[in-house]
C-alpha cells in the first residue's frame, strides 16, 4: 500500500493567516493526489482533486500544488468556517489511502 | 446534483455480518462516469478505504480486511450494498458510501471520491 503522511498533525492558526500543510507519498504517485476537508460530525468534502485542480464551489483561497511524492495545500487567508480536519488522499493506485489529517484549530 | 444516502441497522453483535444499502438519487448508477464506494472512520480516527465497484460490476477491496467485504449493485433500485462478515468491536466505525468521478487529461484518469452520503454510524456489540 502507498503510505501518505501530512504534516502537521495540527496547527493553531488566528483568522486571515496562512495555512500550508504537506502530505508526502511513500512512492511517486504523478499527480494523482486530493485533498479534503472535514468538519465535526460531517461528511468530508473534496476541495483539490488531481493535485491542484479546485473543486467547483470551493472558495478560490484553497489550493494545491505538488508532483511525485510532495504536495502541498495552502489555505491564503483562513476564514472561520475553514476550521476543520484536512486530508490527503492518493488516486494512484488501490487500495485508495488517506493521511492521518490535519486538525486547524482557533489560536 | 448526485446525492447518496446510507442506511442499515446502527448495531451488529460480534462474529455476525454487518449490512449497508447506500441509495443513490440524481444519476444512475449504471452511469461509467462513476465507481461507488465505501469508506469508514473509527471514532476520533482517520479515514480507511473499504473497496468499489464498477458499473460492469468489477471490484476492488481492501487487503487489510482479509476478504470480509464484498461489495454489489442493485440497478433497478438505484443502489449498492456493503457486506462485512465476521466483525468485531475494531469495525466499529461510521461508514460512508461515496461516488468517485473521474476526468480523463492526457492520457490518464484522475479519480476523487463526491459526493459522500452523510455517514451511518454501526457499533459492533453483544
Known amino acids: 500500500d502507498i503510505q501518505m503522511t501530512q504534516s502537521p498533525s495540527s496547527l493553531s492558526i488566528s483568522v486571515g493567516d496562512r495555512v500550508t500543510i504537506t502530505c508526502r507519498a511513500s512512492?511517486?504517485?504523478?499527480?494523482?493526489l486530493n485533498w479534503y476537508q472535514q468538519r465535526p460530525g460531517k461528511a468530508p468534502k473534496v476541495l483539490i482533486y488531481?493535485?491542484?485542480s479546485l473543486q467547483s464551489g470551493v472558495p478560490s483561497r484553497f489550493s494545491g500544488s505538488g508532483s511525485g511524492t510532495d504536495f502541498t495545500l495552502t489555505i491564503s487567508s483562513l476564514q472561520p468556517e475553514d476550521f476543520a480536519t484536512y486530508y490527503c488522499?492518493?488516486?494512484?493506485?488501490?487500495?485508495?489511502?488517506f493521511g492521518q489529517g490535519t486538525r486547524v484549530e482557533v489560536k | 446534483q448526485v446525492q447518496l444516502q446510507e442506511s442499515g441497522p446502527g448495531l451488529v453483535k460480534p462474529s455476525q455480518t454487518l449490512s449497508l444499502t447506500c441509495t443513490v438519487s440524481?444519476?444512475?448508477?449504471?452511469?461509467?462516469?462513476?465507481?461507488w464506494t465505501w469508506i469508514r472512520q473509527p471514532a476520533g480516527k482517520g479515514l480507511e478505504w473499504i473497496g468499489r465497484i464498477s458499473t460492469s460490476d468489477i471490484t476492488n477491496y481492501n487487503p487489510s480486511l482479509k476478504s470480509r467485504a464484498t461489495i454489489s449493485l442493485d440497478t433497478s433500485k438505484n443502489q449498492f450494498s456493503l457486506k462485512l462478515s465476521s466483525v468485531t468491536a475494531a469495525d466499529t466505525a461510521v461508514y460512508y458510501c461515496?461516488?468517485?468521478?473521474?476526468?480523463?487529461?492526457?492520457?490518464?484518469?484522475?479519480?476523487?471520491?463526491?459526493?459522500w452520503g452523510q455517514g451511518t454510524l454501526v457499533t459492533v456489540s453483544s
Open positions: 440524481g444519476v444512475s448508477i449504471s452511469s461509467d462516469s462513476y465507481y
Open positions: 488531481a493535485a491542484s
Open positions: 512512492q511517486s504517485i504523478n499527480r494523482f
Open positions: 488522499q492518493q488516486s494512484y493506485t488501490t487500495p485508495r489511502t
Open positions: 461515496a461516488s468517485e468521478p473521474y476526468f480523463y487529461d492526457n492520457s490518464d484518469f484522475y479519480y476523487w471520491f463526491d459526493p
